[in-house]
């Protein structure tokens, strides 16, 4: 039994820890099985007893890992499967449903266009490869806003999946602002924002939008303009993520072991951008 445990091989994790655990209590059980005893028959006894508490307690350690990764696995496919909105959203209405389930590109044309709106030049700043991301491990610098050619405002965006925007996304602004010398910044997002990005914000000069703010700003425009923004906002696919590296829709993936569905460029392998999401998961 100790060889077989001790032979180096590459098994499934259960048997894995089943071998380990149950070497352990041999490894322990037997020197005391045989020292404490004092008689033959004692001596067996124990022996037989440590064996069978190291197959017990090798199965109960095999059972948890094997449940451990069935919820795993669970939990991997539920993030995309069982949140995932069914359909396209409504169209005809601004809603938050429908702002959180655009793509990242088409949110940030939108936060452009907004500003267009209000007499802003918005000139597009985020870099090929640094867009994008529905989780913030990505940059969110996205726009610079100008006002009779000079430079006044710099916007971050983060939209698509995301709950909520921490303290890291607005101090990367604000590190951008003072890196460019620009006083005042603003931050749009599809969700919310933590009370540490609040209070960042509140000393920094920085506006924070979030998700309903947003919604209740396009609303107070003139009724042409809302109506002008929904058309840009809604046309054509603006569910389909934009890789940010190529600038190309990205296409349905799906991975091993698990079948999780993915976004990946279509130009794969050159280029390895990938999105994981629930909102706009592929079908």
């Known amino acids: 039994m100790l060889s077989c445990m001790l032979r180096s091989r590459k098994s499934h994790p259960v048997v894995?820890?089943?071998?380990?655990?149950?070497?352990?209590?041999?490894?322990?059980?037997?020197?005391?099985?045989?020292?404490?005893?004092?008689?033959?028959?004692?001596?067996?006894?124990?022996?037989?007893?440590?064996?069978?508490?190291?197959?017990?307690?090798?199965?109960?350690a095999a059972l948890l890992v094997k449940r451990e990764e069935e919820a795993h696995s669970?939990?991997?496919?539920?993030?995309?499967?069982?949140?995932?909105?069914?359909?396209?959203p409504d169209t005809s209405r601004w809603s938050v449903e429908l702002l959180k389930r655009l793509e990242w590109k088409r949110f940030e044309e939108l936060v452009a266009a907004y500003f267009a709106v209000l007499e802003f030049r918005a000139e597009s700043i985020r870099p090929p490869d640094n867009g994008g991301s529905e989780r913030g491990e990505r940059g969110v610098l996205a726009l610079k806003?100008?006002?009779?050619?000079?430079?006044v405002i710099l916007v971050g965006c983060q939209a698509w999946s995301v709950y909520t925007v921490g303290i890291r996304p607005v101090r990367a602004l604000l590190e951008a602002m003072r890196a460019q010398g620009i006083a005042e910044g603003a931050f749009v997002t599809s969700a919310r924002f933590t009370?540490?990005?609040?209070a960042l914000a509140a000393k920094s000069g920085i506006t924070l939008i979030d998700g309903a703010d947003f919604l209740a700003k396009i609303s107070a425009l003139a009724p042409e303009h809302a109506a002008a923004l929904l058309?840009?906002?809604?046309?054509?696919?603006?569910?389909?993520?934009?890789?940010?590296?190529c600038g190309?829709?990205?296409?349905?993936?799906?991975?091993?072991?698990?079948?999780?569905?993915?976004?990946?460029?279509?130009?794969?392998?050159?280029?390895s951008q990938t999105f994981f999401g629930a909102l706009n998961a592929p079908s």
């Open 145 to 151: 806003l100008f006002k009779e050619s000079k430079p």
């Open 16 to 60: 894995r820890r089943f071998e380990l655990v149950a070497l352990i209590v041999v490894v322990v059980g037997l020197p005391l099985a045989f020292l404490v005893p004092s008689t033959f028959q004692g001596k067996f006894y124990a022996v037989f007893s440590v064996a069978v508490l190291a197959f017990a307690c090798g199965g109960a």
């Open 74 to 88: 669970a939990a991997k496919l539920m993030d995309l499967e069982a949140f995932a909105p069914a359909g396209k």
């Open 231 to 245: 058309a840009l906002a809604v046309a054509g696919d603006f569910l389909t993520p934009t890789c940010p590296a």
């Open 195 to 198: 009370p540490e990005a609040q």
């Open 248 to 271: 190309v829709k990205m296409a349905a993936r799906s991975n091993t072991p698990y079948g999780r569905k993915f976004w990946g460029c279509i130009n794969y392998p050159r280029c």
